[in-house]
Structure formats: structure tokens, C-alpha cells
């Protein structure tokens, strides 16, 4: 296990290697993978002791628990934009619940991260605009 004392993992690749259940760990290797393929600019990392994935902001965190695998899109908007899709999968505020048994759904993965990367980077394009446009302070 990739611990450090004070800050958890160091990792995705200590993260993923704490994960003893053989199809637990394949599933998230899965959606690593599958994250990495639709947002390949973003930066990997751990947040919150979870996987993480920045690009102009956080895309999405994912994480493993007993029953399921969470998946944490970091938007409030994006699980209205999939609402039909989604409807099949327990939710909470801020986390869909994949159920370990079911079929992995990797196309709504990909459309979520990609849905998240056009968020972050509209959200971006706005902070340089809003900034190029306030007036200058003379003395």
C-alpha cells in the first residue's frame, strides 16, 4: 500500500495497489484507463484519498467501496445534462454508484469526462475573458 503518514496515498498506482479484490481492482484499472483515454491532457493525481483528474479545474474523482465503485463528476449540472442515463444507478449529491456486478459502462464514462473537460474548459475561457475585459486602475 502507497501510504505516506500525512497524507495518504501518494498516488493512483499506490491506490490501486491497496485494492486486494482481483475484479474490484480490474474495474478500477478500467476506469483509470478509460478517464485517461477521454481527457488525455488531464493531470492524475489523489484528492480527498481518491483518484483525481485536473484539467483547468477537477474533471472527476472515482473511488472504491464494498457494494460499488463511486464516480464523482464534480458538478452539480452534469447529472441533469445524463439524467436518463444515469436513472439505473443509485446517486447521491455529488456521486454516482456503479454496482461491482454490473456491465461497465464505458461509453457514459467517457461522455461524462468529456462533458466535464468542455465544463472546465468553457469555465476557463470565461475566467480569461472576464479578466481581459476589467478596466486597468490609473493613478
Do not use: C
Not at 491506490?15 to 480490474?26: F, G, V
Not at 478509460?34 to 491532457?41: G, W
Not at 454496482?99 to 461524462?112: C, G, H, M, N, S
Amino acid at each position: 500500500m502507497e501510504k505516506t503518514k500525512a497524507s495518504g496515498f501518494s498516488d493512483v498506482d499506490g491506490y490501486l495497489a491497496a485494492i486486494t479484490d482481483a475484479k474490484q481492482k480490474a474495474i478500477l484499472e478500467r476506469v483509470r484507463a478509460t478517464v485517461k483515454r477521454a481527457a488525455p491532457e488531464a493531470e492524475e493525481l489523489i484528492s480527498y484519498q481518491m483518484p483525481a483528474y485536473k484539467y483547468n479545474g477537477v474533471l472527476v474523482y472515482f473511488a472504491a467501496w464494498k457494494n460499488h465503485w463511486g464516480f464523482y463528476p464534480a458538478s452539480t449540472a452534469i447529472k441533469e445534462t445524463f439524467r436518463d442515463e444515469l436513472s439505473g444507478y443509485k446517486q447521491t449529491k455529488g456521486a454516482i454508484q456503479f454496482p461491482w456486478d454490473a456491465p461497465f459502462p464505458e461509453d457514459l464514462v467517457i461522455r461524462l469526462v468529456r462533458k466535464r473537460v468542455e465544463e472546465n474548459s468553457a469555465a476557463a475561457r470565461h475566467k480569461t475573458t472576464k479578466k481581459a475585459k476589467a478596466p486597468t486602475k490609473h493613478r
